[in-house]
């Protein structure tokens, strides 16, 4: 597997300076541009199309949320990476339907950073699982999906996707890596990444999990457990 290319994100140029410290020469990442600004951030995304982009909140002008927004409409299925000094429930919720991958104090030692984007490298989204493991906002969650979907009920049940797109949401849906799926389906990687973009770009969603919810409340796809057989 090749390198994943990030884009660093971070008004102070120190702190830009720490993380590619530690990324330069990593066998799994390499770094494809650095930016000050949210400006400067979307311009060098659309430039440089990187696999991730590492984003600090407290930005000058736009937010990081809103920046992260702008990129995820235009890169679907890049990986973001949010670094924020507020732990609200209502941010995580907001970063989550944005199509946030990770959403990590500040203070978050080298090697938790290391894991997270390792982990988003996969396919993976850290935020549900830091999501929903808390009560609290595991409800508002919920909540917020019901008002979601509330408006859709008795909608056409037709589904715009593809057979193989179903295929892949319903692995996606059982808890599978893109590595996985790719091995399963006999394609390549990218043509995964490919076919989710297309998937959210159909369902007019922000990430998988909003994918995942949208399509079985419609019966479009079943869940296909991780450890089962085939």
Do not use: C
């Amino acid at each position: 597997m090749s390198k994943s290319g990030v884009v660093l994100v971070h008004a102070h140029p120190l702190f830009r300076q720490g993380l590619r410290y530690h990324l330069t020469g990593h066998p799994e990442f390499r770094i494809t541009g650095e930016a000050g600004n949210g400006q400067q951030a979307i311009q060098l995304v659309d430039y440089t199309d990187p696999d991730m982009v590492l984003i600090e909140m407290d930005l000058p002008g736009v937010n990081g949320l809103e920046v992260a927004r702008a990129i995820k409409r235009s890169h679907p299925t890049v990986g973001v990476v949010l670094l924020s000094a507020d732990a609200d429930p209502q941010m995580m919720i907001r970063a989550m339907r944005a199509g946030i991958a990770a959403y990590v104090p500040h203070n978050i030692p080298w090697e938790d950073l290391l894991k997270i984007l390792q982990d988003v490298r996969r396919g993976d989204y850290p935020i549900n699982e830091v999501v929903l493991r808390e009560p609290e906002i595991a409800s508002l969650v919920l909540s917020e999906f019901r008002t979601l979907t509330a408006d859709e009920e008795g909608e056409n049940i037709y589904s715009p996707l593809s057979p193989r797109e179903i295929e892949v949401l319903e692995l996606v849906a059982g808890g599978r890596t893109n590595k996985e799926i790719a091995s399963r389906l006999e394609i390549s990687n990218q043509t995964v990444k490919n076919h989710i973009s297309s998937i959210l770009r159909k369902l007019a969603v922000n990430d998988r999990t909003q994918a995942v919810v949208y399509a079985m409340r419609r019966g479009w796809i079943k869940v296909v457990q991780a450890g089962s057989a085939g």
